[in-house]
């Protein structure tokens, strides 16, 4: 499966903080877990062996291995990210940070507060 090269890091991006997330859910001991991504690619490669031989293949075999063997269940869900616009932003502000930086709040961040109030005040249809 031939893939431009944008598009890979944007997999290895996505399977990495897959990864950290399920290692945080392990570590708080949680035994059921839904995994939502806004990822189509990555909840694909997540629930078949389509991307096994893709250069982040090995990184997806390790990824569903604890996933399998840490969690009572499992299941891997697609939220659009217009769905999901917390976590987007997030994630933004994670990848702006330098590698091994460590994020916390004391409260919650006035850009949080207003996409979550926001999300309440649209329709969902």
């Known amino acids: 499966m031939t ?10 991006a996505e ?7 399920v290692k945080a859910a392990v570590q708080l001991g949680i035994g059921r877990v839904i995994l939502e991504t806004d990822s189509l690619i990555l909840k694909q490669a ?6 096994r031989l893709s ?3 090995g990184a997806l075999c390790e990824l569903k291995q604890l996933m399998v063997g840490s ?3 499992c299941v891997v869900e697609y939220a659009p990210r217009v769905c999901n616009k917390v976590a987007h932003t997030l994630a933004a ?10 994020l916390s709040w004391d409260s919650t961040p006035s850009c949080i507060v207003d ?11």
Request: glycine share 6%; charged share 20%.
């Open 3 to 12: 893939r431009a090269p944008d598009q890979q890091d944007e997999l290895q």
């Open 93 to 102: 502000v994670g990848r702006s940070c330098v590698d091994e930086s460590v």
């Open 15 to 21: 399977v990495q903080a897959c990864h950290e997330g």
């Open 115 to 125: 996409l979550v109030a926001s999300d309440h005040a649209e329709p969902l249809s």
């Open 55 to 57: 250069p982040v293949g």
């Open 46 to 51: 997540l629930t078949d062996n389509s991307y």
């Open 71 to 73: 969690f009572l269940s």
